[in-house]
């Protein structure tokens, strides 16, 4: 999902949004946005906005309280964050940041392409919280990306809570 669809939203926000920081720092714009669009009129509007990003709502969700989870999204990042989150969609590689330039990457990491972060070093145990329904940290992410690359025995524990989308991990209770 996340590569077919979220990749040409990136490039187009990279294209008009340039390399500076990407979200409105005013609290009051998100909160008149969430009031918008998320009120007894829009409601539906606003589930299927929040579930389009992150997957399904389940029967976690609370939807009255959705103008607040809006009124805090999206945080500041940087345009450079999104950039490389599309690279990795790109690739299917989870490396550091690509500068597009193997001078600059060679300056940067001592090699032409950007190095892959090494989760074999990781040695705190690890939990993993996780749902088919996660739209952008897909099961097959984590099995082939982070699970693969730790060492046996780090993960103690894996949960899977499949009413649970991306957004759910953060604001359900």
């Not at 590689?93 to 060679?106: A, E, R, T």
């Not at 090699?111 to 919280?129: E, G, V």
């Not at 099995?143 to 894996?158: C, D």
Request: aromatic share 16%.
């Amino acid at each position: 999902f996340a590569k077919t669809f979220l990749r040409p939203l990136i490039s187009l926000y990279i294209n008009l949004a340039g390399s500076h920081e990407s979200a409105i720092n005013d609290p009051q714009f998100y909160r008149t946005v969430a009031h918008w669009l998320c009120n007894d009129w829009t409601d539906q509007a606003c589930k299927v906005y929040i579930s389009a990003f992150s997957g399904p709502n389940g029967p976690f969700f609370n939807a009255s309280r959705a103008a607040v989870y809006l009124s805090h999204l999206p945080s500041g990042s940087s345009t450079w964050t999104v950039l490389h989150y599309a690279q990795l969609l790109e690739s299917e590689l989870v490396v550091h940041f690509d500068y597009g330039n193997p001078l600059k990457n060679l300056q940067k990491y001592g090699q032409m392409s950007p190095r892959a972060y090494n989760y074999s070093r990781i040695h705190t145990d690890i939990y993993l919280y996780w749902s088919r329904n996660d739209w952008i940290a897909t099961p097959q992410d984590i099995e082939k990306g982070l699970v693969a690359s730790l060492q046996k025995g780090v993960i103690k524990g894996s949960y899977e809570i499949p009413e649970y989308n991306h957004a759910l991990f953060t604001i359900a209770t």
